[in-house]
């Protein structure tokens, strides 16, 4: 008799925590070979449901996608319930990579009046230029802001839709299935959210590394009046 767990939500919790299968075997009492059996078609017995709810402080019910009792499945059953993840732990990564990398880029270009003109332009054709200077720079931040997220959250979408992950995986099981639980949805839109704090400090040491090397690789080959400029530049904050 086993359980049909969410095999693409246990994979998602092990990797959250840096885990690798051979730690979380050694964590949760399993053989390693059971783990992966587990991740790879989701079927384990109601003690080792109990295991891995354990490790990761999780309800049995957390992990199952279907509500009923203990059933007997055949080696090519297939999920048809998932639970939600709009990214998956590495695109989530690399999402929140790019999405501080560019915003740094568009920012410094846009307060140091290096096109792209263009973010003024659209704020200008939105916006009337009455109002104060920093109102409309204000606006100008707005907009790169929100376009370099839209842009990093769609390079995290293709990215899981190449590997079969995330909210395209998700919504893939749901039109196939035919089912759609909108309270469920929102329950595991706000796990997202929860989750994805957690992690923030990787892409962020990443960010910091590759803008630290960067901004000394520029300062090291800048002339003595660039050096200047931006000493001015920097005295306005």
């Avoid at 959250?16 to 009492?29: D, F, H, K, V, Y």
């Avoid at 007997?72 to 695109?91: E, H, K």
């Avoid at 690399?94 to 263009?118: D, E, H, K, R, Y």
């Amino acid at each position: 008799m086993k359980m049909l767990l969410d095999k693409h939500r246990l994979i998602t919790e092990r990797q959250q925590r840096a885990w690798s299968q051979t730690q979380l075997a050694e964590i949760s009492g399993l053989s390693l070979r059971t783990i992966q059996r587990i991740e790879k078609n989701g079927k384990a017995s109601l003690e080792s449901v109990k295991a891995l709810a354990s490790v990761y402080s999780l309800h049995i019910t957390d992990l199952r996608i279907i509500n009923s009792d203990e059933v007997s499945l055949p080696d090519n059953t297939q999920p048809i319930m998932v639970n939600f993840c709009f990214l998956s732990l590495p695109a989530k990564i690399l999402t929140t990579t790019v999405f501080i990398l560019s915003t740094l880029v568009f920012l410094f270009m846009l307060w140091t009046n290096i096109p792209p003109a263009w973010i003024n332009e659209l704020r200008s054709a939105i916006f009337s230029n009455q109002l104060s200077a920093s109102i409309l720079n204000m606006i100008s931040t707005s907009i790169v802001i929100l376009l370099t997220l839209t842009m990093a959250t769609l390079i995290g979408v293709l990215f899981d839709a190449i590997r079969d992950e995330g909210v395209y995986h998700y919504i893939k099981y749901y039109i196939q299935s035919g089912k759609l639980s909108i309270p469920r949805s929102y329950d595991k839109t706000q796990q997202v959210i929860i989750a994805y704090g957690k992690f923030l400090a990787k892409p962020l040491i990443i960010s910091s590394i590759i803008v630290l090397i960067s901004v000394v690789g520029i300062y090291l080959n800048m002339e003595d009046y660039q050096k200047n400029n931006m000493a001015r530049f920097l005295q306005k904050f």
